[in-house]
């Protein structure tokens, strides 16, 4: 079966600039985590998905960052504005149920704020 | 709030030499699973471990959880250069099923 699908795999920007990063869950997963991954750190989890709802966002910094999953399946990580401390591997991960599954991870996006 | 620690942050051994890296939670846990990030690659489930003393064994993967279901290692016998990586414990938040905390990982570099 295809993976978790993330594009873009690497970003530079300018701080104060926005981005947006991609995810395509394995197919029939019902929950989706968005994870920033600072070099040298395990995975924090930024906000978690069942289905199209939230589940879980208490880790996000709503001031700049935002998330959505329409319809339940692809799910969009937006920063506006970028600060310099984000740079990190912004990684995307799904797992078949909620609580306590196996979560299988995309191969990330790299973002490098300059 | 929960924490997950890892020991050591980083280790480099000898081809052959054995490897362990210690996990332990601020909190009981209902449950552990261990990953594995190769250098530039994303975490790779490895294993998931649920009950009290649960020992279980992936070729020469040893991993244990802890009676009080706080703390759990991962032993690598005869470590080979495929080993390379960084080895992560995580386990989930209070009740929050699916919400996983991850320690800060072991990084493991082999020398041949």
């Known amino acids: 079966e295809a993976g978790v699908a993330q594009s873009p795999r690497y970003k530079i920007i300018e701080k104060r600039q926005s981005v947006a990063f991609w995810c395509n869950p394995i197919?029939?997963?019902?929950?989706l985590y968005w994870y920033q991954q600072i070099l040298g750190q395990g995975p924090k989890l930024l906000i978690q998905?069942?289905?199209?709802?939230?589940?879980?966002d208490s880790q996000l910094p709503k001031d700049r960052f935002s998330a959505e999953r329409l319809k339940g399946v692809d799910s969009t990580l937006k920063i506006q504005p970028a600060k310099l401390e984000d740079s990190a591997v912004y990684l995307c991960a799904s797992s078949l149920r909620i609580g306590g599954d196996t979560q299988y991870f995309g191969p990330g996006t790299r973002l490098t704020v300059l | 709030g929960q924490q997950v620690m890892q020991i050591p942050q980083y280790q480099h051994v000898q081809e052959g030499e054995d490897f362990t890296t210690y996990c332990n939670s601020s909190?009981?846990?209902?449950?552990i699973q261990w990953y594995k990030q190769r250098p530039g690659g994303h975490p790779v489930f490895l294993i998931q471990?649920?009950?009290?003393?649960e020992v279980k064994k992936q070729k020469r993967l040893t991993f244990q959880f802890g009676e009080a279901k706080k703390n759990s290692s991962l032993h690598i016998t005869a470590t080979q250069t495929t080993d390379v990586g960084t080895y992560f414990c995580a386990g989930p938040k209070g009740n929050q099923g699916g919400k996983l905390i991850f320690g800060q990982g072991t990084e493991l570099s082999v020398k041949p």
């Open positions: 909190t009981t846990l209902s449950n």
């Open positions: 197919s029939g997963h019902a929950t």
């Open positions: 998905f069942q289905n199209n709802g939230v589940v879980d």
């Open positions: 471990l649920v009950k009290s003393g």
